[in-house]
C-alpha cells in the first residue's frame, strides 16, 4: 500500500466539500479520530476510470492555514506533512465556491504555494449562474497555473472530468512547482485581481437565498417558523417511527417465539430467547427513531437552514453563557448524547465547548423513551385534559422539558464556576441555501445508524447477557424466589440500602445495574427481571406495563422516571465524554453531578407524591 | 457610527476596525472573511425580536452572523 497515491480535499468551509468527497469515494468511507485531537478523519477509496484505486482524505474546512480553530490547525499540519503518522498527500484537490471566488481564493493562494500537484474544482458553479455569475474557467486556470474543472457536486457534474484531471496529475507526483509565496493583504489583493478576470458578468438577480432569509430570519416569524419545525420533527420521532418499530417489535417477538418452538428445553434455549433475542430487540427499536432525528438534521445541514436556527438560537445561548453554536449540538442529543457530544467539535471556544458537552446528556434522548413510555403507559391514565391534549403526552412534554431546564440552569452555573470565563464570540457564516443530494442524505443516514447498531450490537448485547447470567444463576430450589437467590438480587439488596430511601424497591435496584450500560436496558432488565420471576407461561406473557402498574406504586414510578430525566446511565456517552475531554476529570464530574441531580429529584418527586397522598 | 448601530437593508463603508478590543481569535476569524477597512459592508438581518444581537451582515458575497460586542469594533463610514 505504501506505494498508494494520496489525494485530500481542502477548501473553504461551505465549498461543497463533503459532497465532492463522496461522489469520488462512495458510501464506503472511514471515519475515524486524528490521534490525539478530536477531529474528524475521513478517508475513502478513490477509483479512477483506469481502475487505479487511490487513498482519498476530506481534510476539515479552512478560512486559513493561520489556524484559529483545531480543525485549521489539523488542515495545515496534514497538507503541509507535519501530522505525525499521518502521510502527506500527494495531489491536492481545492475545492472553490463558484459563487464565493473572491473569498475562496484568498485561502487557495496559501494551498497553492505549497507547490504540490494541485486540481481545482470550481464547484457550484449551477448556484453561481442562478446568482447571475458567468465564469470562465480557463481564465481562472491561466491565472493559478494549474487545472481547473467546473463541477457541481451534488448533481454529480463534472466528476468524470475531475477524476481524468486527477489521473492525469499522477505524472507530476513527488515534483514541487514553484509558486509565488505571499503574505495576508498580497493574497487578497490576489484573490480579487484573480475573480474580477474569472467572473466576466454579474448581474445584479436578486437572490432567492435573500428572499428566503427575509422570511426564515425575520426577528419574529423566524423563530415561531423554527419552533413549529422543532415541533414537527418531534411528532415525527415519535409519530412515523412508531409502525417501524413497532413491526421490529414484532419480529423480535416471533424470532423469539420460533426459536422457543424449535429448540428443545434447556438454559442454551432461556439464554437465546430471553437474553440475547429479548435483548437486542429492546435496543433495534430505536433504530426508527434515530433515522428519523437524523433525517431532519442532515436535511437542516445540507440545505443550509442549521446556521440559520444557530443564529436564531444564539440569543437564548447567550442567555446562559453559550452560543448559538451548542445548538446543534444539543439537538443531536435529543436522539442521542453520542453524536451530540461529537457535535461539539465545531465549537471553537473550549469553555463553551465543555460546557456543552456537559449539559448535553441532560437532553432526553432516545434511550430514555422505551423507559418513560413503559411508566406512563403504567401509571398516567389515558385521560384527555382539555383542548384535545392528552395527560399521557403531556407528562412525557414535561420530562422533556424538565431536561431543557434542568440544562439551562447547569450551563449557567457553570459559566459562573468552574467554566468561569468572558463572553464568548458568535462569528458564524450564514452559507446559501442548497438543495440537497438524496445520496449525500442517504450515506450521512447510513454513518448513523451503523454507529448505533455496532454500538447495540456491542456493549448493550454484552450488558443484557451478563445480566441474564446475574439473574440465572444460582439456580433456585423449588419454592424458593429465582431472583432473591441470585447474585444479581445479592448486589441488588446492597445498593437497595441507598436506592430505598427515594422509594426505589428492589426491582428497581436491579435493573439499574445492567442499565449503567444504557438506559434503555433498564426496560429488558425489568422484563427479565419479572419475567423470570414468574412460575407460569402466562404470567410471563403478561405487559411488563401491567405488570409493573400491580407492583409499584405512584409516588415510585414517578420517583423512577425523575431519575431518569438526570441519571447518567449510558456507558458509551461517558466514554465519549472522556475521549473529548482527553481525560477522567470532567467525565467524573459529569457522571458525579448527574447522579447527584438524579438522587435529589428523584427524592423530591417520591415524598412530595407520598405527601399528597398519590 | 459602528457596524452594530447600522439600519437593515443600509450599505457603508468600514472605516476602521478596533482590533485591540477583540479576542485574537475573533480577530483572526474576521480577517479570514474579509472584514477589513475599506470594504462594503451591509446590515442583511436584526437578531430576534427586534434586539441585535446577534446581527447577520453581507460582505462580499457572504452572509455573516456575529455579535454586537464585535461588530461594535467597526467603524463605518459613508459608502
Not at chain 1, 39 to 64: H, K, S
Not at chain 1, 132 to 147: E, F, I, R, W, Y
Not at chain 1, 216 to 227: D, K, M, Q, T, V
Not at chain 1, 330 to 346: D, Y
Amino acid at each position: 500500500m505504501s506505494d498508494t497515491i494520496r489525494v485530500a480535499l481542502l477548501g473553504n468551509p461551505n465549498a461543497g466539500k463533503s459532497a465532492l468527497f463522496n461522489k469520488l469515494t462512495g458510501a464506503r468511507q472511514k471515519i475515524a479520530n486524528y490521534p490525539g485531537v478530536t477531529v474528524e478523519r475521513v478517508a475513502g477509496i478513490l477509483t479512477l476510470p483506469d481502475g487505479t484505486q487511490m487513498e482519498a482524505i476530506d481534510l476539515p474546512g479552512a478560512y486559513a492555514f493561520d489556524a484559529s480553530s483545531p480543525d485549521e490547525d489539523v488542515t495545515r499540519k496534514v497538507a503541509q506533512g507535519e501530522f505525525p503518522g499521518e502521510a502527506e498527500p500527494d495531489i491536492l484537490v481545492l475545492v472553490l465556491d463558484a459563487g464565493n471566488l473572491e473569498q475562496h481564493l484568498v485561502f487557495a493562494q496559501e494551498v497553492l504555494a505549497l507547490g504540490k500537484p494541485t486540481i481545482v474544482a470550481l464547484n457550484m458553479v449551477d448556484m453561481a449562474e442562478r446568482d447571475g455569475l458567468k465564469l470562465d474557467a480557463t481564465v481562472l486556470s491561466q491565472a493559478l497555473g494549474v487545472p481547473v474543472v467546473e463541477t457541481v457536486a451534488v448533481r454529480r457534474r463534472g466528476i468524470d472530468q475531475l477524476k481524468a484531471a486527477i489521473a492525469e496529475a499522477r505524472g507530476q507526483v513527488g515534483t514541487l512547482a514553484d509558486r509565488p509565496k505571499m503574505d495576508a493583504t498580497e493574497r487578497r489583493l490576489e484573490a480579487r485581481t484573480i475573480a474580477k478576470a474569472t467572473v466576466f458578468q454579474t448581474s445584479r438577480a436578486r437572490r432567492i437565498g435573500d428572499r428566503l432569509d427575509n422570511v426564515l430570519l425575520n426577528p419574529w416569524i423566524g423563530p415561531l417558523i423554527l419552533l413549529v419545525l422543532l415541533f414537527v420533527i418531534f411528532q415525527a420521532v415519535f409519530a412515523w417511527a412508531a409502525p417501524l418499530s413497532d413491526a421490529l417489535d414484532a419480529g423480535a417477538g416471533a424470532l423469539g417465539a420460533w426459536v422457543k418452538a424449535e429448540m428443545p428445553e434447556s438454559i442454551l434455549r432461556d439464554f437465546l430467547t430471553e437474553g440475547v433475542i429479548a435483548g437486542v430487540g429492546s435496543v433495534v427499536v430505536f433504530l426508527p427513531q434515530i433515522i428519523i432525528l437524523f433525517l431532519f438534521i442532515l436535511i437542516m445541514e445540507a440545505t443550509g437552514y442549521m446556521a440559520r436556527a444557530a443564529f436564531l438560537m444564539d440569543r437564548l445561548m447567550a442567555g446562559v453563557g453559550l452560543s448559538g453554536r451548542s445548538f446543534i449540538p444539543l439537538l443531536s442529543s435529543f436522539a442521542c448524547a453520542i453524536p451530540g457530544i461529537m457535535a461539539t467539535r465545531s465549537i471553537a471556544d473550549p469553555k463553551d465547548r465543555l460546557t456543552t458537552i456537559l449539559i448535553a446528556p441532560l437532553m432526553t434522548c432516545s434511550a430514555r423513551l422505551p423507559v418513560y413510555g413503559v411508566l406512563i403507559a403504567a401509571f398516567i391514565p389515558a385521560r384527555d385534559v382539555g383542548m384535545g391534549i392528552g395527560l399521557q403526552g403531556l407528562v412525557m412534554f414535561c420530562l422533556y422539558l424538565a431536561g431543557i431546564v434542568a440544562a439551562l440552569v447547569v450551563a449557567l452555573v457553570l459559566r459562573g464556576t468552574l467554566t468561569r470565563g468572558e463572553a464568548t464570540g458568535f462569528i458564524m457564516e450564514l452559507p446559501r441555501y442548497q438543495l440537497p443530494s438524496i445520496a449525500d442524505i442517504a450515506i450521512g443516514l447510513w454513518q448513523r445508524a451503523w454507529v448505533f447498531l455496532r454500538r447495540a450490537g456491542t456493549i448493550i448485547f454484552s450488558a443484557t447477557v451478563i445480566l441474564w447470567v446475574l439473574l440465572s444463576f444460582p439456580q433456585a430450589e423449588p419454592g424458593e424466589s429465582q431472583v432473591d437467590v441470585s447474585i444479581a438480587g445479592q448486589i441488588a439488596d446492597g445498593l437497595n440500602v441507598v436506592l430505598e430511601p427515594i422509594g426505589f424497591n428492589r426491582e428497581i435496584s436491579l435493573a439499574l445495574v445492567p442499565a449503567m450500560a444504557a438506559r434503555e436496558v433498564a426496560v429488558s432488565a425489568l422484563a427479565t427481571t419479572y419475567a423470570i420471576d414468574a412460575s407460569d407461561e402466562e404470567a410471563e406473557a403478561e405487559g411488563l406495563a401491567s405488570t409493573l402498574s400491580t407492583r409499584w406504586s405512584l409516588p415510585t414510578a414517578l420517583a423512577f422516571l425523575a431519575w431518569f430525566v438526570f441519571a447518567p446511565q449510558c456507558l458509551s456517552t461517558i466514554a465519549v465524554a472522556r475521549r473529548e475531554t482527553n481525560g477522567w476529570k470532567w467525565p467524573a464530574f459529569m457522571v458525579g453531578y448527574l447522579f447527584a441531580l438524579a438522587y435529589i429529584f428523584a427524592g423530591i418527586t417520591y415524598w412530595s407524591a407520598v405527601t399528597l397522598g398519590l | 457610527m459602528t457596524l452594530e448601530s447600522l439600519q437593515p437593508g443600509h450599505r457603508a463603508r468600514i472605516a476602521s476596525i478596533d482590533w485591540d478590543a477583540l479576542p485574537p481569535a475573533d480577530g483572526k476569524r474576521m480577517r479570514a472573511l474579509g472584514f477589513e477597512p475599506g470594504v462594503e459592508v451591509s446590515m442583511a438581518h436584526h437578531g430576534v425580536f427586534g434586539g441585535r444581537d446577534p446581527v447577520a451582515v453581507s460582505i462580499g458575497r457572504m452572509t455573516i452572523a456575529l455579535r454586537k460586542v464585535q461588530a461594535a469594533a467597526i467603524s463605518l463610514e459613508q459608502a
